[in-house]
């Protein structure tokens, strides 16, 4: 009898102990599955200057109007669902793929494409701005243009906030601590050789000047070029100029970017060094020191603000610093 009971005692004590550890572990698998969910639906909110935006980390389904921006997702690996694949620049031709939807071009939105891609982010920029409120009917919508007038700190923010978006900070962080090591050489090889410089943009020949502050303006605010002429006012368009006043400044270096190439002529060679280089320009100090340079407008024109431009910009000027 007494063996009986001790058996049965055994075999009930098993069972009890079976059923606490199967209570015990539920919770455990239930913690693990409201963290995933967590995770997939976790939001951060981005403040810009149209607005403040609530994004889901990790998107899948992205929409870029900005050039500069896409290069950084590119260079970060990040796949994007739609750009606009006219006037690409010339670094970017891969996103020519029938695999990346045609959201239209940059100043003329394909509006009907992007609804149907149904994203989970577009990103747009100054070409896109009045139109905001109408991506934002779409999806959530960051404007991400880059602010001139304080272009590093701008630029690093917005790297800083596609990093917290998708979940590449340290790759940010290692990339912007490169190009800033670049930038300082540069400024330091710039402000001891003292000279001076004049920006152009060249356009079916036409020609408007950039000064400080402007789209162009890093050459003077961060890489330390004086400005040939420092009352130019600082716009979007720039300020319209001859070539008598560009003869009258006298810079000692002359950076062009040529828009033709990369708008009326497609990405091909450029058509601004025959309008430039006539009589009056060739009587420059940078005409004769052979310092007139034809910036690469893929990055300055078409795209600027994104990893890979930024440093091919700096790199250019870092270049032509004798």
């Not at 004590?13 to 913690?31: Q, V």
């Not at 990346?100 to 071009?105: F, L, P, Q, R």
């Not at 602010?147 to 998708?166: A, P, Q, V």
């Not at 420059?284 to 007139?292: P, V």
Request: aromatic letters at 8%; a negative charge.
């Amino acid at each position: 009898m007494k063996k009986w009971l001790l058996l049965l005692f055994t075999a009930m004590l098993a069972i009890f102990t079976a059923a606490c550890g199967s209570n015990g572990s539920a919770p455990a698998a239930a913690t693990a599955e409201t963290q995933t969910t967590q995770a997939s639906t976790e939001e951060v909110t981005i403040k810009h200057q149209l607005g403040e935006t609530k994004v889901k980390k990790n998107p899948q389904k992205v929409v870029v109007f900005d050039f500069g921006v896409l290069d950084t997702l590119d260079k970060l690996g990040v796949e994007v669902a739609g750009v606009p694949q006219n006037n690409l620049p010339s670094y970017l031709s891969k996103y020519k793929d029938s695999k990346y939807a045609n959201i239209g071009g940059v100043k003329e939105p394909d509006f009907e494409k992007v609804n149907e891609i149904a994203p989970d982010l577009i990103i747009i920029s100054g070409r896109q701005q009045d139109s905001y409120e109408e991506f934002s009917k779409i999806a959530p919508t960051l404007y991400m243009e880059v602010d001139t007038s304080k272009y590093i700190e701008s630029f690093t923010s917005n790297m800083k906030t596609l990093g917290e978006i998708f979940g590449k900070e340290s790759a940010i962080e290692e990339e912007l601590a490169k190009l800033n090591e670049t930038i300082k050489a540069v400024h330091e090889k710039v402000t001891a050789s003292g000279k001076n410089a004049l920006i152009v943009l060249a356009n079916e020949g036409k020609v408007s000047a950039y000064g400080a502050g402007s789209r162009f303006g890093l050459i003077h605010d961060v890489l330390g070029f004086t400005p040939a002429d420092p009352n130019i006012e600082a716009s979007t368009h720039g300020q319209s100029i001859s070539f008598e006043y560009i003869a009258e400044k006298d810079p000692d270096y002359l950076f062009v970017i040529d828009r033709g190439a990369v708008v009326t002529t497609g990405n091909g060679g450029s058509s601004a060094k025959q309008v430039i280089e006539n009589d009056l320009v060739k009587q420059t100090k940078a005409y004769k020191n052979g310092n007139i340079v034809y910036l690469d407008p893929n990055y300055w024109y078409l795209a600027g603000g994104g990893l890979v431009s930024v440093q091919g910009m700096i790199d250019e000027v870092a270049k032509s610093v004798k």
